[in-house]
């Protein structure tokens, strides 16, 4: 381990396995927030899910042993046809695009344009048998996300961190919006916390300096992050509240919800009584 998550493991008397899927893994996009801690961390384990047989040997070559790389759609176990985009584009989708909504942006007609068709077989994501729990759940699967999470209560029942792949304008015919994704979150009983990433583009015809990705202010998508309530800490287990403050520190660099959730252990007793105070002065060292 590096020498800075040696520090938080220790601090935090934390030793436990960690559980972390990421369905739509493809490596088209940034390092995921989860990498470096899979990559370190010796009881981490990932479960790397991506129906696009075309990135599934980069994934393994990057995770090697310590990721589960699993070549399969997930969705609601039925039959359902694969959009097939060009691999680099990152939209091939179970959902078919919508050729207007992709018109209103600069060169996503070319971006989301279907090369083939392909007649694929889903999965629940409570029906696979190689995942037994989840801690930390990414999902990044061009509007598939709200199925994937409906038909997944039974694996997500240890999550308390999901980071989402959000639509601001709905590139896919019958995406589900922001709006109906944020409703059945908190249903579940997630709280959103924070946006790893917001993306603007151009509206078409009109570009920034001859640039389409160089965009004015019309909102695409964004990643958001949401966790268990934090409000109800009283439905994290001890080991729960100590996850969810490494979660805050080395995924979302979010120091005030490690120290919340370092406070409510110190008010349990499992942690000293100046444990926040430690944690500060542990996590200013290089």
């Not at 091939?92 to 695009?97: E, F, Y």
């Not at 007609?109 to 889903?122: H, K, L, Y």
């Not at 190689?130 to 199925?147: C, N, P, S, Y």
């Not at 590139?171 to 959103?192: C, H, K, N, V």
Request: one cysteine or more; charged letters at 25%.
């Amino acid at each position: 381990m590096n020498a800075r998550l040696q520090r938080l493991v220790d601090f935090l008397q934390f030793a436990e396995e960690i559980f972390v899927c990421d369905v739509g893994a493809s490596l088209i996009a940034e390092t995921p927030v989860y990498s470096d801690l899979v990559k370190e961390y010796p009881a981490a384990r990932l479960y790397a899910f991506d129906g696009d047989e075309r990135h599934i040997a980069g994934l393994r070559e990057r995770y090697g042993d310590k990721a589960s790389v699993i070549n399969r759609f997930l969705y609601d176990g039925s039959e359902q046809t694969a959009y097939i985009c060009d691999e680099r584009s990152g939209m091939t989708s179970l959902l078919k695009p919508d050729e207007k909504a992709l018109s209103f942006f600069n060169g996503f007609s070319r971006f989301g344009e279907v090369i083939s068709t392909e007649a694929v077989s889903t999965t629940r994501l409570d029906d696979v048998e190689e995942v037994d729990r989840i801690h930390f759940l990414k999902m990044d699967i061009q509007g598939a996300e709200l199925t994937v999470l409906a038909n997944g209560a039974e694996k997500l029942r240890d999550c308390i961190a999901i980071q989402l792949e959000v639509s601001h304008i709905c590139l896919y015919e019958d995406q589900p919006t922001f709006g109906d994704i944020d409703r059945w979150m908190r249903s579940a009983g997630y709280a959103p916390h924070c946006f790893l990433r917001t993306k603007r583009w151009s509206i078409s015809p009109l570009t920034r300096e001859g640039d389409i990705r160089k965009p004015f202010n019309q909102l695409l998508e964004s990643d958001i992050v949401y966790i268990r309530d934090p409000i109800v800490l009283d439905r994290y287990t001890d080991s729960q509240l100590k996850l969810q403050a490494l979660f805050a520190t080395l995924c979302f660099n979010s120091p005030d919800l490690a120290v919340h959730c370092i406070g409510a252990l110190a008010d349990r007793g499992c942690l000293p009584a100046d444990a926040a105070a430690g944690y500060l002065e542990a996590m200013k060292k290089t």
